[in-house]
């Protein structure tokens, strides 16, 4: 959320309200406070900083080329800094994230989306304009940088909670029962809330560990309010649950009397007459009132509609312990799809997802609705399509798992989920309402209790298996155990872009995999070295469509009880945006393998290895990959290697001349001609299927799960090597 025009008042306004701190002293008068006498059955010793991840995202990562995807294996050296700095000064870090979108603030959350895709055509026009990167104005966060950041973080050794509620609302609550020093954040909402002080991460000095802490006791003082009074100001100001616009009379109304009243005081900023005003208004509504018990005054002239949206407004404010307009008991809340999974199921959701564990399943399962923000993808690209309807299909197969179990396969009363996804030409007016697909396996769809709860090898392989169905993706099955989890998780994930996208060439995929095995061998100052002669926007929004490809590995992984590590789906482990890029570059100008793959054998023999696994499974599903090597925009040109000028001996007339100009190949219309952008799902080919719809084998001769041999045996992961034509036996 968050006080229209608050926080520019406090810090023009109210200097002697914006007190700068130094966070290790703050720790140890905290300490020192909570030793003296405190009964408080928190913890009266540590001193506990809760933190906003969501504003720090921006001061967190400050990598250089941040369009290309993600610079992951330095932020990840960014944010070990950050916390060790804490933790060296004895301050205890508590990590809250956004983990679910109220629909009371639903219209908010769109306004903010359309503005950033806005920003994002500008990004994409400078780049293809320029070819590099737009400066600070037009910045945008690389995809799922929220989600990643919380295993990030765990990763580290921190405490991080994904919210059920508003995130802010969990923060300032946290923050009150277990007696923080602080909230460190950017939202002037801490002020309203009477919670632990609030510290400004935009003002925070890490080489001193000092900032600005904003007083709301001294806040008060100066506009003449209580702190049980600050909520009703908020809503009058206008934040995310009451809207400027419902309340503009009652601000209108408070300026003009406080013009009659202060005729000597108007040469102060507007804003800050604003809040003064509004403060008078509040004040004398409550001089007039004998006491504050319902927290509207009654003698507030509104409507009964207006009189209730406020009412909601102030309520959102109240803490645990407020006797007033209590949030409600979430714990006693009704789920979307509580009739289709046991009530395991849905608490095992909930704390996955509380503990950051659970991407995607509470949305889907608890909730039925699940959204997306923006993604770097280029509105002028009619060929390459958006993430949101590429992964439609992975996403589909996801509910499938998660809700279709059990059921009888007819339409009536069929789950389905609304999805609010980011996207060109998408005017998110309401949401897309999806239903959900089986995945495909030999045998009858095994129950959610089994995959989540089950124990024994039967059931590793089932996990397993339906892993890999939900990226159609079953040949991989012999792989498992053969490479390492992170490579089988990219190879699962190229394989199944190149099924989705059809404009996506041979060089596209050596691009991504040549990255992903050479990423292993570099270390983050040899990723932070690389130098990029120009920016490719075609190469920018494959890294972001990749990253977002791993999000999706995180559900299918959740969804499917966990075959693979999390640890295994983290970008650090297979992309770096820089390194892409670079790859990119080179494949599409010619580039010989060996120089493609750093001269090193090894990675050339797993390189080519992993890309004839998914050459084989393509082709089987009569996906054939075809080389059309893309020039740069705009007259930017790199060297070419030699098969580039061999196969474009006339030049880039002749490039231009086959229809493989930047904005895609010439395949008779991009996305939007074929009507992709309409919501229709997007289906596999026809010979995507390993297995019938009956459910039997159509190819007897399934691959074999191999053993992993006596160290994942010892990790509870080992997988017999008998063949799946037969389902597990009952009750395993």
């Not at 959204?371 to 770097?376: A, F, G, H, K, M």
């Not at 989890?485 to 394989?495: E, I, K």
Request: hydrophobic fraction near 35%.
């Amino acid at each position: 959320m968050g006080v229209k025009g608050l926080q520019c008042f406090m810090d023009s306004c109210c200097p002697e309200a914006c007190v700068t701190v130094c966070l290790r002293e703050l720790a140890r008068q905290h300490v020192t406070k909570r030793q003296q006498g405190c009964t408080s059955t928190a913890n009266t010793t540590s001193p506990t900083l809760v933190v906003d991840g969501m504003a720090c995202l921006r001061h967190w990562y400050s990598c250089k080329d941040w369009v290309c995807g993600g610079q992951w294996r330095e932020y990840m050296d960014v944010l070990k800094g950050w916390v060790e700095a804490f933790t060296s000064a004895g301050i205890r870090l508590v990590f809250f994230f956004d983990g679910v979108v109220e629909e009371q603030k639903r219209q908010v959350w769109v306004k903010r989306r359309r503005r950033v895709n806005r920003e994002i055509s500008k990004m994409f026009r400078h780049m293809k304009a320029y070819g590099k990167q737009p400066g600070r104005e037009l910045f945008c966060l690389p995809s799922g940088l929220a989600t990643f950041t919380c295993f990030a973080l765990r990763s580290l050794g921190q405490e991080v909670f994904c919210s059920v509620q508003e995130a802010d609302y969990e923060i300032a609550s946290y923050a009150r029962q277990h007696g923080s020093m602080g909230i460190l954040g950017q939202d002037s909402d801490f002020l309203i809330y009477d919670s632990a002080p609030y510290l400004s991460v935009a003002k925070l000095r890490m080489d001193s560990l000092t900032t600005v802490m904003y007083d709301r006791h001294r806040l008060c003082q100066i506009i003449g309010l209580t702190v049980t009074q600050l909520p009703l100001l908020a809503c009058f100001l206008g934040n995310d649950v009451v809207s400027e616009e419902k309340m503009q009379h009652i601000r209108n109304n408070a300026m003009a009397t406080y013009r009659t009243n202060n005729p000597t005081t108007l040469s102060g900023a507007p804003q800050g007459q604003k809040v003064l005003a509004v403060s008078h208004l509040v004040s004398f509504l409550w001089g007039k009132e004998e006491q504050e018990a319902e927290l509207i005054p009654q003698s507030l002239d509104l409507s009964a509609p207006h009189r209730e949206l406020l009412k909601r407004g102030v309520r959102s404010y109240l803490l645990p312990g407020h006797k007033a307009f209590p949030r409600g008991d979430t714990s006693a809340q009704s789920f979307a799809f509580e009739k289709h999974v046991s009530p395991e199921i849905l608490k095992a959701c909930r704390e996955k997802h509380v503990a950051t564990e659970g991407f995607m399943v509470y949305s889907v399962v608890c909730q039925g609705v699940i959204e997306c923000s923006n993604t770097l993808e280029d509105e002028e690209n009619a060929e390459l399509l958006p993430q949101a309807l590429v992964y439609k299909p992975c996403r589909q197969r996801i509910y499938g798992l998660l809700l279709l179990h059990g059921h009888d396969g007819s339409s009536v009363e069929l789950p389905a989920i609304r999805e609010w996804f980011v996207y060109p030409v998408n005017p998110l007016k309401e949401p897309e309402v999806v239903h959900p697909v089986p995945i495909s396996l030999p045998y009858d769809l095994p129950s959610l209790d089994l995959l989540w709860f089950g124990i024994g090898p039967e059931v590793s392989t089932l996990r397993v298996m339906s892993f890999l169905s939900i990226f159609d993706c079953q040949e991989f099955s012999d792989l498992y155990g053969d490479i390492e989890d992170f490579l089988l998780a990219t190879l699962c994930l190229v394989t199944y872009i190149v099924l989705q996208v059809q404009t996506l060439s041979q060089e596209d995929v050596d691009a991504y995999l040549s990255q992903a095995v050479c990423l292993r061998l570099k270390s983050s100052d040899e990723l932070q070295q690389i130098k990029l002669p120009v920016l490719s926007s075609r190469a920018v929004q494959l890294g972001s469509l990749y990253v977002r490809g791993l999000s999706n590995l995180l559900g299918a992984n959740c969804a499917s009880g966990c075959p693979l590590p999390n640890d295994a789906l983290m970008p650090w482990h297979s992309f770096d945006g820089r390194l892409f890029h670079s790859k990119y570059l080179l494949a599409h100008s010619g580039t010989e393998k060996t120089v493609l793959l750093d001269s090193d054998p090894s990675c050339l023999s797993l390189f080519l290895r992993l890309r004839e696994s998914l050459t084989e499974t393509c082709r089987k599903r009569g996906r054939v990959l075809q080389s059309r090597p893309y020039a740069p925009e705009q007259g930017h040109r790199i060297t070419p290697g030699p098969r580039y000028r061999e196969r474009h001996a006339g030049g880039n007339e002749n490039w231009r001349g086959k229809g493989e100009t930047t904005g895609g190949h010439g395949h008779g219309g991009g996305w939007r001609e074929r009507g992709e952008a309409s919501g229709d799902p997007i289906h596999f080919n026809a010979q995507s299927h390993s297995y019938g719809h009956d459910g039997g084998p159509q190819n007897t001769s399934r691959p074999q799960i191999q053993s992993r041999g006596r160290s994942y045996y010892n990790r509870g992961r080992y997988r017999p090597t008998s063949r799946w034509s037969q389902p597990p036996a009952p009750g395993t």
